[in-house]
């Protein structure tokens, strides 16, 4: 190495009158291009409450007690380099929430490279996604579900509601070979029957739109009763540890003692106030996923990363919807972007109906739907 650095030397100061030696060797280097450091903007503290919120989808409070529960998470050992510092790597990652862009587009945004946007959307994004145990909680004491209830029956009059549940799809851009790791056929489970690759991310909400329980790791083809029949949270309502409290779905779901689903057709009037109860109860489900999805547009939108990196994604938004909640934040209006589709074109894609379950085996009166049907007769 020593020898070829001093040959360029060498050739660089010889003289003129050498330039016809065949026998010289001529090296030829690339030189480095000199490092640009792209001015970063501080919208912190250049734009105004509804311009920040239009533009980050959190009010200015909120995101400062996000940055006090991760910032040790984000800090960096040194300020060498030009390091980004935690406040900027956080609205870096709600700027991508916010636009579901691609991410050399968020870089230009917010003044950082491509390959520094991506590193900091799946740090920060894992850093919330950390928060999910303290701001995405079932009530599992007398008190508070007590108290869940009787939310859900000021609504409509529905008793024992703790909850209701549905599922939504979130589109995956990635080709499938790269969405399933083991390619081929595999990946077509994630294709859902509008033709589209995604996960199918069950939730259910308190009165509030607030998320209390989510999974996320079905394919898009899952069908909503499967998911939950396989869910932790139907094993303890199998086990009795809610005790007579009930869930609220659509009829996609079986019928049982602890799911109350809408009647497919109605004889009497008590049956057909349950029904009107039911849909409204469970209204709120409904509600939250528009408002998530609106508050996040990347939800709706689609997200362009890897499947592994889809999960921390889909758990930040949720948890920072709840924190805005609690904080009183509104949902943002605006957009800084031009969709694709009008908004509610946009969101009803992501919603597939399930298809009801024939009338002679889900609505007979059997032991499944014994508990609705006493329902109806006791309270409707």
């Known amino acids: 190495m020593h020898r070829a650095r001093q040959r360029v030397i060498d050739i660089a100061f010889e003289d003129d009158d050498d330039e016809d030696n065949e026998d010289d060797e001529f090296v030829i280097f690339a030189i480095r291009r000199p490092r640009w450091i792209r001015e970063r903007a501080e919208d912190f503290e250049s734009l105004d409450d509804i311009d920040f919120v239009t533009r980050y989808r959190l009010s200015k409070s909120t ?31 709600l700027r991508y929430y916010a636009t579901g862009c691609f991410q050399t587009t968020g870089g230009d945004l917010c003044g950082f490279s491509s390959s520094t946007v991506n590193r900091i ?12 145990s303290q701001y995405i909680h079932f009530p599992d004491n007398p008190e508070e579900i007590k108290r869940t209830q009787l939310e859900f029956y000021r609504r409509a009059k529905f008793p024992r509601v703790v909850g209701a549940i549905d599922c939504t799809h979130v589109k995956l851009w990635q080709s499938p070979v790269v969405v399933c790791f083991s390619g081929g056929d595999t990946a077509e489970r994630f294709r859902n029957r509008k033709g589209y690759y995604s996960l199918n991310v069950q939730a259910i909400c308190n009165a509030n739109l607030e998320i209390m329980d989510v999974v996320a790791r079905y394919d898009g083809s899952t069908h909503d009763s499967r998911i939950f029949r396989e869910s932790k949270r139907r094993a303890l309502f199998e ?6 409290a009930v869930l609220v779905g659509d009829s996609g779901y079986a019928s049982s003692s602890y799911m109350m689903i809408p009647l497919h057709e109605c004889h009497t009037p008590a049956e057909q106030l349950y029904n009107e109860s039911q849909i409204r109860t469970r209204n709120p489900i409904e509600r939250f996923f528009g408002v ?17 990196r889809v999960f921390p994604i889909i758990t930040a938004t ?8 609690r904080a009183g934040d509104q949902v943002p209006i605006g957009f ?4 694709p589709a009008p908004w509610e074109e946009i969101l009803a894609q992501d919603n597939i109906p ?19 049907q006493m329902l109806i007769d006791g309270h409707f």
């Open 121 to 132: 959307v799946h740090k920060v994004s894992y850093a919330i996604a950390l928060l999910r």
């Open 292 to 308: 998530w999805k609106r508050r996040f547009p990347i939800m709706a939108l689609g997200l362009r990363v890897k499947l592994e």
């Open 354 to 372: 399930n298809e009801y379950v024939p009338y002679p085996i889900q609505h007979r009166v059997t032991l499944q739907n014994r508990e609705r």
């Open 63 to 93: 995101v400062l007690s996000i940055l006090e529960k991760i910032e040790d998470a984000l800090e960096f050992e040194t300020d060498r380099n030009n390091c980004v510092s935690p406040i900027n790597q956080l609205l870096c990652t």
């Open 318 to 325: 949720l948890v920072l919807n709840n924190i805005a909640r």
């Open 239 to 244: 086990q009795g540890v809610y005790g007579d």
């Open 336 to 339: 800084e972007m031009t969709l």
